[in-house]
């Protein structure tokens, strides 16, 4: 790496890069570290961030330095390219989450990761790229995630890049309630994916660590319509409600239950909702009319592990009088359980046939055991699941797959 003058050191660009993050909007954001990465010796960055489907990588406009008045876009920035995630060396590095590089070491490809969930990738060029710009690289991407996660929150330039069509009215409603597809720690990781993501209905997830437990929710609300969607949100706003004041799972399950017994009386909804004791590994689930979780453990899975006897749904008043039962079982290291909304195993192909809860846990299996890692074993299934169905789902499919692996 070539000698530097002292405000150019990695440490201090990187530190005028955090002072100029605050008041730099959104769109400003990859001009930014392209400055930042020139100051550092590379000709220079481009961002890309993954759609909601998890298919394309989308550059993100890349405008001129942040600079007193309005920022110019030139004609090449307006028809910023997509990459396919499937077939590209930047989908490469999304996929496998490793920094992946050029045959002739002039171009980089760096993953941009948010904790464990999966933001986009960041290109980085310059002549012979070694070791030491590499790690300037990496530290440049984090940056750089940091800022557009941090800026998707309040910016629509950002939330609007990654879709590729309007969303509906209750898809716009349920995905501003959604957690990260992704989250985890040492000892436990979750994802989870959802489709149709522009059209969804009824369906909702959530995942959450407290400590040392990983709360786990689905929710699949009748319907497919914006009461649909907004019992599901109600759902998941009942749960958190309830958690975050310190109630039990049954406890959770009786106000969405009260809940919409009051507020959405009309509409039925199963779900699942769970705790991971990621210290010990006891797995306590509550079952309301949803399929049974499955569980996986050394590459299968265990027939009937997680199946007890049938409970009702919510939103017909029963657990309101009667709350519903809590069950329990142990994990061992390593072992994976994954939840489903009935949308996943029900998708029929053009020749009827179901895709089906052994389709469903081979494919989980098979990707994670050619080294995929959890988010891309369920990018996949998801891929699996549309190309059965001609690309077109009659009802909302959602997956959750919790991992746990304890350190110690």
Request: proline share 6%; glycine share 8%.
């Amino acid at each position: 790496m070539n000698a530097r003058r002292r405000e150019d050191l990695p440490g201090s660009v990187l530190g005028w890069v955090l002072e100029r993050s605050h008041d730099a909007s959104a769109r400003q954001v990859p001009a930014l570290i392209d400055q930042a990465a020139q100051r550092l010796g590379l000709a220079g960055t481009r961002l890309y961030v993954a759609d909601v489907q998890q298919v394309r990588l989308l550059a993100l406009p890349q405008l001129a330095a942040p600079r007193p008045g309005p920022a110019e876009a030139t004609e090449a920035d307006r028809e910023a390219e997509a990459l396919d995630i499937d077939g590209s060396l930047a989908g490469l590095a999304y996929r496998s989450q490793r920094t992946q590089l050029s045959r002739d070491r002039t171009t980089a490809w760096l993953p941009m990761i948010d904790g464990v969930e999966r933001i986009g990738v960041m290109k980085a060029s310059g002549a012979a790229l070694d070791e030491g710009d590499l790690e300037v690289c990496r530290a440049l991407a984090a940056l750089a995630t940091l800022m557009v996660v941090s800026k998707s929150a309040h910016n629509d330039p950002l939330v609007v890049r990654s879709r590729s069509r309007p969303m509906t009215l209750q898809a716009e409603l349920v995905w501003g309630f959604l957690p990260p597809r992704t989250i985890g720690t040492s000892q436990a990781t979750s994802t989870a994916v959802l489709e149709p993501a522009y059209d969804i209905g009824g369906d909702a997830f959530d995942h959450n660590f407290s400590d040392d437990l990983l709360h786990l929710t689905l929710l699949d609300a009748m319907g497919h319509d914006l009461a649909s969607g907004g019992a599901s949100a109600a759902g998941l706003a009942a749960c958190r409600s309830t958690r975050r004041s310190g109630g039990t799972l049954t406890e959770i399950a009786v106000t969405i239950e009260r809940t919409l017994q009051q507020w959405i009386p009309d509409r039925l909804m199963t779900g699942i909702l769970a705790n991971l004791d990621t210290g010990h590994g006891d797995f306590t689930w509550v079952n309301c009319g949803h399929p049974a979780p499955l569980l996986i453990r050394n590459g299968h899975v265990l027939p009937g592990a997680l199946e007890r006897p049938a409970q009702l749904p919510l939103g017909l008043g029963f657990h309101a009088q009667e709350p519903p039962r809590q069950d329990r079982a142990r994990l061992q290291p390593g072992d994976r359980v994954l939840l489903y909304s009935d949308g996943v195993i029900e998708a029929r192909s053009a020749a009827g046939e179901l895709f089906g809860e052994n389709r469903l846990a081979d494919t989980v299996i098979r990707s994670m055991a050619s080294g995929a890692t959890a988010p891309e074993a369920l990018r996949r299934l998801v891929l699996d699941l549309l190309t059965h169905q001609g690309q077109r789902l009659h009802d909302d499919a959602t997956i959750v797959l919790s991992e746990w692996h304890p350190t110690t």
